[in-house]
Structure formats: C-alpha cells, structure tokens
C-alpha cells in the first residue's frame, strides 16, 4: 500500500465533502480481498476513488479486477484521474449510471459486493446483484450505525435470507458483512 499512501493521504483531506470511507474501513476491504484470494469486484458508490484504490491495491495482489459504479460523472473522471496517477486504472472498469441500471448490466460473478451509495437503495443493489454474487461471496454495506434508518429494509433482508449469514461490525460508521451461502 505504500505507493499508494501519498495520494490516499491526499484523498483523505476531502473526506468529508466526498463522503469517503474511513482509512481502517479500506484496511478492512483489503484485508478482506485479500483473504479469499477475490478475483472479481463490484463497488457501487465510485465518489473520487478512495475507496475503489484500496479494493483496487488488494485486486492488484490477488490478480483481480473491479468493476466501480458511480452516478456522477464529475466525481467519476476524479476517481479515473486518481486510479490512473497510482497505476491501477487498467484493473478498473468505472461505470457511469444509475447502479439499479447497471448492476444487470455486470454479467461476471463477484466474490465481493461493497455497497456504499443511496442508503435507502441498498436492499435493491443486493437484491440486483446477489445472483452474480459467489457462494462463499461477501457483501460489505457501509454507514450501518450511522444511516440504519435509511436502510431498514436492507437490515432486516440481510439479517432474515437464509442464504445469507450476516453480522454488524461497529468499525466507523458501521458496517453489515454478509457471507453469501450455497443455499
């Protein structure tokens, strides 16, 4: 990760107006990635890339590839510019649109989902995306605690589909990781 760091660092001074993940939030992604040896990713939610570097580092080790989505086309040509400044833009396919538009666009099979766009969307984002997701896939949904209320529906899916095992992790803003089944 350290020759990422600098534009990370840099990154990190625009969370608050980008929304982006908290630095232990992406440690978390890698660490993830890395573990089940991901090959495919898909992340919904590009904003300028923080996040799409981190999971984007891991796929460099595990030879993977992500697939980001992101509805505003600003915010996208940032996270390109970033992607390509550290190197890993040829691993990275953003996609411009509306996700609930795109998600059946994305004809791979993922062996992780992060979800980090409209709250009050993610149950349809899963719901879209879970029949690409791999058994023994992961789905890491972020801001948990902090926008539950937005999300209602997506708690209580993920916490009640049998072919799902899910759990709150209180890292940040909070996150649900669900392990997808072979049910």
Not at 50 to 69: D, H, M, N, Q
Not at 108 to 118: G, H
Request: aromatic share 8%.
């Amino acid at each position: 990760m350290q020759q990422y760091e600098s534009v990370l660092k840099r990154l990190e001074k625009t969370a608050r107006e980008y929304t982006n993940i908290a630095p232990e939030n992406g440690q978390f992604l890698s660490i993830l990635i890395r573990s089940i040896r991901a090959q495919n990713v898909l992340e919904i939610g590009t904003s300028n890339g923080y996040s799409a570097i981190w999971i984007a580092a891991a796929l460099k080790e595990t030879g993977g590839r992500l697939i980001t989505l992101e509805f505003d086309r600003t915010r996208a040509a940032e996270a390109e510019a970033y992607l390509q400044e550290v190197g890993l833009d040829d691993i990275v396919d953003v996609r411009i649109g509306n996700a609930l538009d795109e998600i059946p666009k994305c004809d791979t099979t993922f062996d992780l989902v992060f979800l980090d766009a409209e709250k009050n969307e993610y149950r349809r984002y899963l719901e879209l995306a879970l029949p690409n997701i791999c058994p023994g896939g992961l789905i890491v949904a972020d801001d948990t605690v902090t926008m539950r209320d937005e999300m209602l529906d997506y708690v209580e899916f993920v916490f009640n589909t049998p072919q799902l095992h899910s759990v709150d992790i209180p890292l940040d803003d909070g996150i649900i990781l669900s392990y997808k089944t072979g049910l």
